[in-house]
């Protein structure tokens, strides 16, 4: 799923022929309802897994479009100085404290040192 100008550059790098694009929007963000829909403009399908970004997730949430949050712990620590932005879970919109949005612990599993935590959004 990408931009019309980004699509032309990934046709352009060649994709295998298990691959397919989809173009939403007209440039620039993409609004999470525009993914969906062109999704299913291209193929019917009851679920559909994105991985993004923290603008695009962020997209997902405000727009009440994300049922489950896969979110993995790792046990390394980055930090921030200010030098070079580094942006958090969700980034370009804020939801707390006006608007906090709050999921459900579905699963928490481990694999050696890393923690894989499945939340749950949808109704239910």
């Known amino acids: 799923m990408t931009t019309p100008k980004g699509a032309e550059a990934v046709r352009k790098r060649g994709l295998p022929p298990s691959c397919a694009v989809a173009v939403a929007g007209e440039g620039g963000a993409i609004a999470a309802r525009e993914v969906v829909d062109a999704i299913g403009h291209h193929q019917r399908s009851d679920i559909i897994l994105v991985e993004g970004g923290p ?10 479009l994300l049922d489950e949050l896969f ?8 930090g921030r100085d ?3 932005e580094r942006p958090g879970l969700v ?3 804020l939801f707390a404290p006006e608007r906090p949005v709050w999921g459900r612990l579905l699963s928490v599993k481990r694999g050696d040192s890393h923690l894989f935590l499945r939340y749950g959004f949808g109704e239910g």
């Open 55 to 64: 603008r695009l997730l962020g997209a997902f949430v405000e727009e009440r």
């Open 71 to 78: 979110l993995t712990v790792a046990p390394q620590v980055a």
């Open 82 to 84: 200010g030098s070079v």
């Open 91 to 93: 980034a370009g919109r």
